[in-house]
């Protein structure tokens, strides 16, 4: 009679070694990295002796984490510093047909900027700026972390250091959330400023601060509310509007006509976060209108593109599935509500049909 054991699948177990890199560089500190690995392969149990990493666990999943591993190592090898949200990214892009190595599928880096690479982390955010290259107006909408804007402006700052572009344009529309302007200390200039930090921020992060006062003294990179954008004709520009859902619809198409020659624009924005006070946005409309429209292209980046803490991701998840719920919640309440409402004119029912009682 054959053991219970018998019907068990056969395990693999498999020893690799690391060589020519700091483990803490692979594994992360206090081993955060391995704790990442062992969350998207359950079924496999990896062990670190030194520079020793032993897996066990179904044949197939220990060479998903043996390749994996080595990917990791391509990475590290090549200058790229890893992040748990990384290594998520990885691990997804290698389960998808025809992508064999993720370091290869991302390229080269977009910007190389104060001693840090910017590059594409995930197959959405690879097709995202891929886009930018090939077409005149790209639109990014996605959820927060997903690089949206962050990708938009490295590529802005490639093409100015290329001279493919003679400036840098970079914008958002001065919307509250929850906030009101009118109530903040100082000039319209200190009420408007920190709805257009993050736009300094990133700045700081891909040029030398000493060389950014000069560039915005100049025109060369100019950072301003969407609303003085109005009447002009942007040439030989690279054009970043930010936060493009709190557009209305007229400002979105006052934008988009500001195109000059020789310009690219791109459009980033996450439907699912709205502060306008009332009216449609004008990112929402222009999905519909534009989506045929020969060289503008539309990247919708999802949670999986999210390259912040992975916690975000979750997050963006949970409140798409309760924004989910809810949609379907006030459906039914229409539907009901319509029903009701037909109630009194509907006719033909049983006390319809009885006979009227005769008065003698």
Do not use: C, W
């Not at 177990?13 to 955060?32: C, F, N, Q, S, Y």
């Not at 030989?236 to 007229?250: G, H, I, K, M, R």
């Not at 004008?282 to 292209?297: Q, S």
Request: charged fraction near 25%.
């Amino acid at each position: 009679m054959p053991s219970e054991q018998s019907g068990n699948p056969p395990m693999r177990e498999l020893r690799l070694h690391v060589d020519g890199i700091a483990m803490v560089r692979l594994l992360g500190p206090e081993d955060r990295y391995l704790s990442t690995i062992e969350k998207q392969y359950p079924k496999v149990s990896v062990h670190v002796r030194g520079n020793d990493v032993t897996l066990v666990g179904l044949p197939d999943e220990v060479e998903a984490v043996r390749s994996l591993i080595e990917e990791l190592q391509h990475m590290i090898v090549e200058g790229q510093d890893l992040g748990e949200a990384q290594i998520t990214s990885s691990a997804r892009m290698m389960t998808v047909p025809g992508v064999t190595s993720p370091s290869q599928l991302l390229g080269a880096p977009i910007l190389t900027a104060r001693g840090k690479s910017v590059r594409a982390k995930s197959m959405g955010q690879k097709e995202y700026v891929d886009a930018i290259d090939s077409n005149t107006i790209v639109f990014g909408i996605g959820p927060a972390g997903t690089g949206k804007t962050y990708l938009a402006m490295a590529k802005a700052v490639r093409a100015l250091q290329n001279k493919e572009v003679e400036r840098i344009i970079l914008t958002r529309p001065a919307v509250e959330a929850g906030e009101r302007l009118g109530f903040l200390p100082g000039t319209l200039t200190d009420k408007i400023d920190p709805y257009l930090r993050p736009l300094y921020d990133a700045l700081g992060e891909m040029l030398d601060p000493e060389l950014i006062p000069k560039l915005l003294a100049s025109g060369t990179i100019e950072v301003a509310p969407l609303a003085y954008m109005r009447g002009r004709t942007l040439n030989s520009a690279f054009v970043v509007l930010d936060e493009a859902q709190n557009t209305t619809p007229e400002q979105m198409k006052m934008f988009l006509t500001r195109l000059g020659f020789g310009s690219k624009m791109v459009v980033t924005g996450d439907v699912t976060q709205i502060d306008l006070p009332a009216g449609a946005s004008g990112l929402k409309l222009v999905t519909r209108v534009l989506d045929e429209v020969e060289d503008i292209h539309f990247s919708y980046l999802t949670s999986a593109d999210v390259v912040r803490h992975t916690l975000v991701g979750r997050i963006v998840d949970a409140y798409t599935e309760y924004d989910a719920q809810k949609q379907a919640l006030r459906h039914e309440t229409a539907e009901a509500r319509d029903f009701a409402a037909r109630g009194p004119q509907r006719s033909g029912g049983p006390r319809d049909r009885l006979p009227k009682r005769s008065h003698s």
